[in-house]
């Protein structure tokens, strides 16, 4: 009885539990990564992948791109409604890098619409599919510097190993 309750306590302190420390979420993060990678290697390497189907490509950071056209019918239509016949076009697409790879939350797509020398929008996008890190970020990166930083300070700073060494 008393080690459920114990077992009760420590599930409710989130911070005990080493899923959710930041650490292992940033490992998670990375070893995504490295399986996006890997995936994109290998489908780029099949030539009967859906990968090749679809004309995607890649860039130097993996980043997964592709280019639609739009019909000349659709000149006179919205913007609004051209994006939404390119979400349209791009359908089977997403469901295989979402549905068959398995990356639904890692993948992002962006759009951009291409200009002519003119400065007029054509109706040809670049359509990016970048992976996005969910907790990886510039501030966790500098608050983790910071906390080593000053920690190694401190250490130094008041010889801290040599007092508890003497402890010991």
């Known amino acids: 009885m008393l080690k459920k309750l114990i077992i009760k306590i420590i599930m409710k302190l989130k911070f005990l539990n080493p899923v959710n420390w930041g650490i292992v979420k940033i490992y998670r993060d990375f070893d995504n990564y490295i399986d996006w990678i890997k995936t994109i290697k290998r489908e ?35 913007e609004m409604v051209q994006r939404l016949k390119i979400i349209e076009m791009l359908n089977p697409v997403h469901r295989y890098l979402d549905d068959d790879l398995g990356f639904a939350e890692c993948v992002v797509p962006e759009f951009n619409q291409f200009v002519d020398d003119k400065g007029t929008k054509t109706l040809t996008f670049l359509v990016l599919y970048r992976f996005s890190f969910n907790y990886f970020s510039l501030n966790w990166l500098l608050r983790w510097v910071t906390i080593i930083g000053l920690l190694w300070f401190f250490i130094a700073r008041y010889d801290l190993f040599a007092k508890i060494w003497s402890l010991i």
């Open 44 to 78: 780029e390497k099949n030539p009967n992948s859906k990968f090749n189907q679809f004309k995607l490509s890649r860039n130097y950071f993996y980043n997964v791109y592709l280019t639609v056209s739009l019909d000349d019918v659709d000149l006179q239509t919205t």
